[in-house]
């Protein structure tokens, strides 16, 4: 792709910049011409202390004052290297060699999580799954996989739903879609996980955005995909990421899997090639990583194949505007990046998976965005969150609160689970397991579940682990 | 100076045996005034009256020596009682004249009365008497605590006697030592469940109050619409508004409900165990006890100190600086 089409972050210039009409081709100009940065490397030196009266100076003349010179200790630490901390605060931790070995814990089947009687109890997940899962990075910082053994969650209400959903899916060959919404801590990216999990011990391939943030605030290359009305953007960098992880997270399903369509794609193609090659020629190659999506989406589409799975977390990132600037420096609304206007089109139902499959997606209550259009909305009694208030849009409409009409067609018709706390007898089995694992060294009675309940605001997953495990005395 | 006293201490005495200048009338008003009791006939007295009622053939009989006789002449008398000046109260040489009266009087009521059936220790109705300044004030007289106690213990006892049978006498006498104010007429409304089973409570933190409401329930809890991890971000914070449940070991028989506004997120927490303690108070009024150990009655009467001139915050002084 010649250099002069590809836009490399290119953040919203500040208000007097956008007077000016500026058209900015090339990412490179742009760099070199920048007027200020806030970079270390580009900004002027700081001016020179004065050499003056200061205020803890020496005594006047004349006075008799001790003297003490302050020694200086140079510094002997390394400075941390590029993307080292970044790699320290992202780094996943699933096995803490501390906690015991909880005797009795079962590895999740297919039927545990479907099963009603499973209700309550924790099941292991098993090592392939927890493989694929930190593939394609389902497990999250702060979600306390490091304080236990092995990772393990809890069967709950809702995960038998979603398993039930997942089976129905594959057995009748539609599509599902789903949203995950609730309070904060409520345990919906573990939910996501589970239904990550569910798909992959069903054999399904599994397509996950981690983070919809990494999509839409502008911190990838995006590009202009040619003859595209509306106009939309490629992100080479993170498709072939994306595509990387495909392969090495469904490596079992698509390595049985040979090309059968015939692709328009700027290199030839073996005849007898598998998915799985498929996707790290575009993992290697970012200039060819759209084009090659696109191939692998028209191969797993076809009759035949097995469903599919996709999941995103941090809905409400990609249902507005985006980071990205157009060449007419309007910002582009995230529907029209490429990868994202993928996962809305078979969220909105707009689109059919052919073999059956789940498009699942996640708010997140901890990371929102914030929202112009509903910063002026009216006082509700109520804290609602921006995607219960486009959903409630599409059954009684406000017509004082300005509404995207692109989000909320996204999101009509979608099946909307609410996640709220645990009941006492799921709690009292996570508990229970807390305990199992040396992490909780109280003894769990009725007293004390109703207790950690009542605190954890009826039962809210993240605050029970929170006051019964992290904030011990 | 010494020629002027004379002369007017001798015109006095001139004017006196003219003409009474000062009605000895006046002077037994103002005894009579003044609460009497019965003394016994053979109690010495200065005062011109008493002497004119000891004056009798029985009184020679006591223990001090005959009164002097003047010459026995009615008129001569007179004219004495003219002359002389005596104290109003017999009290006056004790220096404290009002006090002893006062405490005089309230001996001789209750040997009058120490016969009247009493109610038992602790039953009689709870007055607050006049405090020692109080008193002291009222007399303008320098009272010892010790001695105002010996008056408290008798108006003490006199008020233990039984109501149906309390004489006037003795209830003015009281009412004389009572502060203008009974304090322990003050008595809190009586609180109840009503229709719905809600009990409500209010307490009071640093610049917080709270209102809450208390069911019958399974350990939910609402404040402000919001739960518990919605309100409150801090653990320490959410234990403090179920405190009072939890060191009953209720949390799982009760709801609340609650309303909390003013202050900040330490204050309204507080002020939520107050009134989630008083509220649990009327649904189990037993629990009183249990509760006031685990901090949940007393209303933490602390707030911020006022800023002072010449400090930086209520007591920080400015840095000492040499010029």
Known sequence: MPSSRCLLRLPHPPSSLLAAPIAPHTSTSLRHAAPFSASASQCMPAPAKKKGVTFGGPPARGTKALRIKKTVRQSTARPPAPGERRALRKRIVLSNTNALEVAGLRDATLDSLVDEAMVGKVVGLPGQVVDSLRVVEAFKVHQGWGLFRRPACLVRKETVEIGRVVAEAEEQKTTRRVVLCGERNSGKSVLLLQGLAGAFMRGWVVLNFPEAKDLTIGHTAYSPIPNTTPTQYAQRTYTANLLSQISKANASVLSALQITQSHDLPMPLQRNLTLDRLCELGARDPDIAWPIFQALWKELTAPGRPPVFMALDGLAHVMRLSAYLAPDTKPIHAHDLALVNHFVEYLSGQKQLGNGGVVMAAVSESNQPRTPALEHAPRRKQPESFLEHQLRQLKHWNPYVKGDERVIKALDGVEVLRLKGLSREEARGVMEYYAASGMLRNTVTEGFVSEKWSLAGQGIVGELERAAVRLRV | ?323
């Not at chain 2, 209102?211 to 609402?222: I, K, P, R, S």
């Open chain 2, 1 to 323: 100076m010494k020629g002027v006293e004379l002369s007017t201490g001798f015109q006095r005495a001139v004017c006196s045996v003219c003409r009474p200048r000062r009605p000895r009338s006046d002077a037994s008003k103002h005894l009579v005034k003044r609460i009497r009791y019965p003394v016994s006939s053979a109690s010495f007295s200065t005062s011109p009256t008493r002497r004119a009622t000891d004056l009798t053939p029985a009184s020679n009989r006591g223990i001090a020596a005959a009164p002097f006789s003047f010459g026995g002449d009615s008129e001569d008398s007179g004219l004495l009682k003219r002359v002389r000046v005596v104290p109003a109260s017999p009290s006056y040489f004790s220096g404290k004249p009002d006090f002893t009266d006062s405490l005089l009087s309230l001996q001789a009521l209750l040997r009058k009365y120490q016969t009247l059936p009493t109610v038992p220790a602790g039953q009689a109705p709870r007055v607050a008497w006049k405090t020692l300044a109080q008193f002291r004030l009222s007399l303008s007289e320098p009272v010892k605590a010790a001695k105002y106690h010996k008056i408290v213990e008798v108006l003490h006892r006199l008020n233990h006697i039984h109501p149906s049978l309390m004489p006037e006498e003795v209830l003015e006498a009281l009412q004389k030592h009572k502060r203008d104010i009974n304090p322990f007429e003050n008595v809190a409304n009586p609180r109840f469940i009503d229709g719905y089973g809600r009990a409500w409570g209010t307490g009071r933190r640093k610049a917080s109050v709270a209102t809450a409401c208390v069911v019958e329930g399974e350990g939910e809890v609402l404040v402000n619409g919001k739960t518990l991890t919605q309100f409150f971000g801090r653990l320490h914070d959410r234990e403090s508004v179920i405190w009072a449940l939890k060191s009953t070991q209720r949390i799982d028989k009760y709801n609340i409900w609650a309303l909390v506004k003013g202050g900040g997120t330490t204050g309204q927490a507080e002020a939520l165990t107050l009134a989630v303690g008083k509220a649990l108070m009327v649904h189990e009024p037993l629990l009183k006890p249990a509760l006031r150990r685990a901090g949940c009655v007393t209303r933490d009467p602390r707030r911020v100190e006022r800023k002072k001139p010449g400090h930086v915050k209520a007591r920080k002084m400015p840095t000492w600086v040499k010029r």
